[in-house]
């Protein structure tokens, strides 16, 4: 058995925080110790006594004065878009149409694909991030680049190959079986080896025909516990285009429901224009709207009400994401940093406390994984962050009157990027430094 002892101030969340001041909703030791064991928590505490319970073998390594967290998870981002990302583009389908469906037409090429996968790795190592619900492309090729990457790294992650069989280029299009058949041959292949969990992927519903939709409803009923992920409600042509291909839906999130694709364990990004009717059939089912603030404002598409979804009768739960390449950071701090800015358009205020739940806890309940990642509690996997909010000339200067942990985390937040990432473990591995 192998053993880490880390010290440094430990922060980790129970629940959502109700406010600033509700320190309740997290744990917090100012000289904490957190030991790992062959990958996983074994201990957590104030330093003296979980050094006092330690093997006496294991190796220690101080990270004190920075902050340990459990590692950032993005629920929405697509691996083959790294190099259309900071496109010039006027919305969403000229973007997808101009720069992305081209460039995703090359992960038909497995080198192709097994190089970006390692740059898409590295730079989620780079940022914090240990967890991601990510789209492949069409390409089976893609799939197998990025769940072998995955493995060779023991990384959570979440994927797909993309399903799409219209309303794109021919490079991109397979066909109801093709995307049935390539969808099972991922799933037996890669899901539940190493840590891989393989997701559903219809792209959304312009992409494809009911014939496709009904072969992702067949999955859907198969596997019940995967994930399922898609696109909903992102800007206003795609949703009137939407309504002409699906004319007997009430309405876009209705297209996904008739499929049986609406559940607790379905992930839609966007969601910024959700009718009230939407809004409850999401809640009832459980369904996740994964917001993605630097692509909405990236590509005008709207403000996420995140603030009215959540407090609402019937509460929609919230993922957040960077949704690369739309998105134009792979920075959870700045994507948090872009969510908190929208909310302040809209009138809301979102907490830093808040904002760190959501990159852990909040995004791991999301993708229904909360008992493996997302906190610091014994027993789960040890995949962590660990943050320096004095790394740049201007955050130690801002630093030198912070005199709240409220504080810290929002200079993190607001001028953070993947300079403060001191280090990243995965599964109780230092991996930062190797990069």
Request: glycine share 8%; proline share 5%.
């Amino acid at each position: 058995m192998t053993a880490t002892l880390l010290r440094g101030r430990l922060l980790s969340f129970v629940r959502r925080p109700e406010g600033i001041d509700d320190t309740g909703s997290y744990r917090y030791e100012s000289d904490g110790g957190l030991l790992i064991e062959d990958g996983k928590i074994a201990a957590i505490g104030d330093y003296a006594e979980v050094r006092r319970n330690a093997p006496a073998d294991a190796e220690e390594i101080d990270h004190r004065p920075h902050l340990i967290l459990p590692g950032f998870i993005d629920t929405h981002v697509h691996f083959p878009q790294m190099q259309v990302i900071g496109a010039y583009a006027a919305n969403l389908l000229e973007w997808l149409h101009t720069y992305t469906f081209p460039e995703e037409c090359r992960f038909v090429e497995p080198p192709h694909a097994a190089r970006i996968a390692r740059h898409f790795y590295d730079e989620m190592i780079r940022h914090g991030t240990t967890t991601a619900a990510a789209y492949c492309s069409v390409h089976k090729a893609s799939a197998d680049a990025y769940f072998a990457e995955a493995l060779r790294r023991n990384m959570c992650m979440i994927g797909g190959k993309v399903m799409m069989d219209r309303n794109a280029p021919q490079g991109l299009l397979d066909t109801p079986e093709m995307g049935y058949g390539e969808t099972r041959a991922v799933i037996e292949e890669w899901h539940g080896r190493g840590r891989n969990h393989v997701a559903i992927t219809p792209r959304f519903a312009i992409t494809s025909t009911p014939a496709q939709m009904e072969a992702t409803a067949l999955l859907a009923r198969e596997f019940p516990d995967l994930h399922i992920q898609t696109h909903l409600s992102e800007n206003d042509e795609e949703i009137r285009y939407t309504a002409e291909l699906y004319p007997d839906a009430i309405d876009y999130t209705d297209v996904y429901a008739r499929y049986g694709l609406l559940g607790p364990k379905s992930l839609f990004g966007h969601c910024i224009h959700l009718s009230e009717r939407e809004a409850d059939a999401m809640s009832e089912a459980g369904a996740v709207a994964v917001h993605c603030p630097t692509s909405n404002l990236f590509l005008g598409s709207g403000l996420f009400p995140l603030k009215s979804l959540v407090r609402r009768d019937k509460p929609v739960r919230i993922g957040i994401a960077t949704d690369v390449g739309g998105g134009t950071s792979y920075s959870m701090l700045k994507t948090l940093d872009e969510t908190y800015k929208i909310q302040q358009l809209l009138g809301e205020r979102l907490n830093p406390f808040e904002s760190f739940y959501h990159m852990t806890l909040g995004n791991a309940e999301a993708v229904s994984l909360a008992d493996r990642i997302g906190t610091l509690e014994p027993g789960t996997d040890a995949d962590l962050v660990v943050l320096d909010a004095a790394v740049t000339p201007a955050m130690a200067l801002r630093m030198e009157i912070v005199r709240s942990l409220a504080d810290e985390l929002f200079l993190l937040q607001t001028l953070g990027d993947d300079r403060a990432v001191r280090e990243t473990y995965v599964a109780g591995k230092a991996m930062k430094a190797g990069l």
